[in-house]
């Protein structure tokens, strides 16, 4: 069973970058599909990017599209969220999840039923 975790969260002001990574133990990290998730105080969890096992194929939600880019190193079983152009809105707890039914590429899941492992979160804030 694959344990993930998340880091590289912070405070940041508008317009600014930040750069999550998922480190994963227990496993290859090249037999899953990838996503990131978000959840903002009172609100349901939702998708933000997914990435397929070999990196080749990505697919972002319409709220970052253009501003994050999602990449893999499989050889360090690492996974990294880049995110630039923040807004406040994009300020949730960011989580990391695996897949092991999508993982091809073109074939995303964006709803949290298509995961299997879930990392515990990472803390972004951005401030006005």
């Known amino acids: 069973q694959v344990q993930l975790v998340e880091s590289g969260g912070g405070l940041v002001q508008a317009g600014g970058s930040l750069r999550l990574s998922c480190a994963a133990s227990?496993?290859?990290?090249?037999?899953?599909?990838m996503a990131w998730f978000r959840q903002a105080p009172g609100k349901q969890r939702e998708f933000v990017a997914a990435i397929s096992w070999s990196g080749s194929g990505t697919y972002f939600s319409a709220s970052v599209k253009g501003r994050f880019t999602f990449s893999r190193d499989n050889a360090k079983n690492t996974v990294h969220l880049q995110m630039n152009s923040l807004k406040p809105e994009d300020t949730a707890v960011y989580y990391c999840?695996?897949?092991?039914?999508?993982?091809?590429?073109?074939?995303?899941?964006?709803?949290?039923?298509?995961?299997?492992?879930w990392g515990k979160g990472t803390q972004v804030t951005v401030s006005s």
């Open positions: 999840a695996a897949s092991t039914r999508y993982y091809s590429d073109g074939i995303y899941a964006t709803d949290t039923d298509g995961y299997d492992y």
């Open positions: 227990g496993g290859a990290l090249s037999r899953y599909g």
